[in-house]
């Protein structure tokens, strides 16, 4: 079977500084989502979804916090061939410096890979893209067109453009050109044949998604030479090189979340009531790590277009258009509204709570009377009583020690104490 035949390679991502703070002491992918997931569980889950089940996810920087989640998370069968297995960035007596790119750091890799003895391709998969795809109806037309490479393409507006690699392919859809995110004004000429329905909405570029299949032996070759990053040098020097490297395009919903407004929206679009990303499709089940937590307890409070994790206390006046992460506590006359509060890693005991009543000082969650909206309240924060949050197109970006304001969305950092009756926003 032809999934037997694939090596599934799950990047960890760089610094990911442009999602800072919620990236100042984990990595991208393990950033969590939808209040229960971490990033990384996506690839994962698509993988396995479509039967793919050998995995290397490469890590390297903050790397504990997904290390950890990964390990924890996903455990086969002694009986089975199955495995996700952590490559954490390691100095060797034939490499002393860390992973300098993507391909550096799957070339740094290859020896770990090449103990297998019988895979065929490498897929090789970002760890923080938001994506259901048929990943192996992209092998299978990998295959059936005698590519050596496939890049997966995404068709966008002449607007979005500007923001990607910029591939253009022939009546077979193999490239034959590329160019790293192009200017408005030299766009023309740069147009691809995309289906009606995206041609309908003006998506005629095929933007690189950052997907790859590489065979086995071109893998090996192209990885022979000094470049570190796949889709400024590899991609470009295949192509421009005579390579046969196929265009897959894939329509369907692909959010490669680089920032904290793309993040802030994703998530909020979880709420609709029929999201472009679909948690709740039988075929494509997000996995996750497996929590024994008792059921939500919810008094009084009007939710609407929210999503509530598993184990929340809360006794808001009303929660709307927002998600509500796991053991989240939420105090009454409280209303949160456009808001992604991600919850907590533990709970507190009750005699933790009293002390922290007697003496003044929040406890972690949200306290009473508070009114939150535009934001985004990172884990184990402590938000004290009448407090009011709100974020929006008015405010500036700035930093400060409890939370940051990025375009117009205000991150409380981890862990943060919010005293009583302070106003942000």
């Not at 306290?367 to 407090?387: A, Q």
């Amino acid at each position: 079977m032809l999934n037997k035949k694939v090596l599934s390679i799950i990047l960890g991502g760089g610094r990911g500084t442009r999602l800072e703070p919620l990236t100042s002491h984990r990595s991208k992918p393990a950033v969590p989502i939808a209040g229960k997931y971490r990033l990384v569980d996506i690839p994962i889950s698509n993988c396995l979804n479509n039967d793919l089940k050998r995995m290397f996810v490469l890590t390297q920087f903050n790397s504990a916090s997904l290390n950890s989640h990964v390990k924890n998370t996903y455990q086969f069968s002694g009986f089975s061939n199955a495995f996700v297995d952590i490559l954490a960035a390691e100095q060797t007596p034939d490499n002393q410096t860390w992973f300098q790119g993507t391909s550096d750091a799957v070339k740094q890799c290859q020896h770990h890979f090449n103990r297998i003895d019988d895979w065929e391709y490498a897929l090789i998969l970002s760890g923080d893209q938001l994506y259901q795809m048929d990943l192996m109806q992209m092998v299978e037309d990998h295959v059936k067109s005698g590519a050596e490479i496939t890049v997966a393409t995404q068709p966008v507006s002449s607007k979005e453009a500007p923001a990607f690699g910029i591939l253009k392919t022939d009546e077979n859809s193999f490239i034959k050109t590329f160019t790293e995110k192009p200017p408005l004004e030299e766009l023309s000429g740069w147009e691809s044949e995309v289906s009606e329905k995206m041609k309908s909405e003006g998506k005629e570029y095929l933007a690189s998604m950052g997907i790859y299949i590489f065979n086995r032996k071109v893998l090996d070759e192209v990885l022979s030479n000094d470049a570190i990053d796949f889709g400024k040098e590899i991609i470009p020097d295949a192509i421009t090189g005579g390579r046969k490297v196929y265009g897959y395009q894939y329509e369907g919903y692909w959010e490669d979340i680089g920032t904290i407004k793309a993040f802030y929206e994703a998530n909020l679009a979880l709420t609709d009531d029929i999201p472009k990303f679909n948690l709740f499709d039988k075929e494509n089940t997000i996995l996750t790590r497996a929590r024994i937590l008792p059921p939500c307890k919810i008094n009084n409070t009007r939710v609407s277009k929210a999503m509530i994790s598993e184990g929340c206390i809360v006794s808001a006046t009303s929660i709307e258009h927002s998600i509500i992460g796991v053991r989240s506590r939420i105090g009454e006359g409280t209303v949160i509204k456009d808001a992604y509060i991600m919850g907590a890693d533990n709970y507190q005991t009750l005699t933790e709570i009293d002390t922290c009543l007697k003496l003044g000082k929040p406890y972690i969650g949200i306290g009473d009377n508070c009114n939150l909206s535009g934001v985004i309240v990172e884990k184990n924060c402590r938000i004290g009583n009448n407090v009011t949050i709100k974020g929006g197109d008015h405010l500036s970006d700035v930093e400060t020690d409890t939370y940051v304001v990025r375009d117009g969305v205000i991150v409380i950092k981890n862990s943060a104490v919010i005293a009583p009756n302070t106003v942000i926003g």
